[in-house]
């Protein structure tokens, strides 16, 4: 009995019972399609190109904000070959992947599942190209005694820099934010003539300081 009640799966947006391992019920995923495919792809609000499957402008965007919990949370491999697909689907329009594309997933946190690299490894499995997890974060740990500038200033490393030489570098994360993480990552790897970020979520300015001011209120 407790075997078949363990194996019982909801939905990680409207709860109801999926009666499957997957994160979402049918209904949600097909939402989820839809609200891919109806967003641009190409983001105008950071210094350099960044694609995104969503863009979150309001907190109060139920389908978005479990997106967000179930990435920070939880991770089922079928959501990042869901989403590996979608951003494949709506980058098609625009100049395609060549052989020289590579995807160089973000350093995920210690003891957490690192949602970049399993999404860099959906984007690698469908389309033949290869993708690295060579990137260490090397921001200090305490930073409370920093400014808000201050804290914002990542800084990484990069092992085997060489393997990434004259390659088109797609750098893949799950949410962007103020864009501070692609920056650093950009300066890490000398400013690379072709570098680019594919996100699945991004997080507008608006959407923060609603949030900043429904917790104050």
């Keep these: 009995m407790y075997k078949e009640l363990n194996l019982i799966r909801r939905c ?18 097909k939402a989820l399609h839809y609200k891919a495919l109806e967003t ?13 499957l969503y863009t979150w402008e309001s907190p109060s965007d139920n389908y978005l904000k ?18 590996a697909s979608w951003l494949l689907f709506k980058a ?7 052989k020289d594309t590579v995807f160089l997933s973000a350093p995920g946190k210690k003891y957490k599942a690192n949602h970049a690299q399993l999404l860099a490894l959906a984007l ?7 993708a690295y997890n060579l990137l ?26 060489d393997v990434l030489k004259n390659k088109k570098i797609i750098f893949v994360d799950d949410v962007i934010t103020t864009g501070s993480t692609s920056e650093a990552v950009y300066r890490a790897l000398n400013q690379p ?6 996100v699945i979520l991004e997080v507008t300015a ?12």
Excluded at 124 to 130: D, I, N, R, S, V
Excluded at 206 to 217: D, F, T, V
Aim: charged content about 30%; aromatic content about 12%; overall charge positive.
């Design 12 to 29: 990680g947006i409207c709860l109801d019972r999926t009666g499957q391992v997957n994160c979402f019920c049918n209904g949600c995923w």
């Design 40 to 52: 641009g792809f190409f983001s105008m609000n950071y210094n350099r190109s960044v694609s995104r």
């Design 66 to 83: 479990k997106i967000v919990y179930q990435l920070k949370y939880g991770h089922s491999e079928e959501v990042y070959i869901n989403f």
């Design 92 to 98: 098609k329009d625009y100049k395609p992947l060549c």
């Design 124 to 130: 690698a499995k469908q389309t033949g190209l290869p």
């Design 136 to 161: 260490i974060d090397k921001t200090p740990s305490n930073q409370k005694r920093l400014n808000k500038r201050e804290r914002m200033k990542k800084v990484f490393s990069c092992e085997r820099a």
């Design 193 to 198: 003539k072709h570098f680019r970020s594919w």
């Design 206 to 217: 608006k959407s923060r300081n609603e949030k900043l001011n429904s917790l104050n209120s």
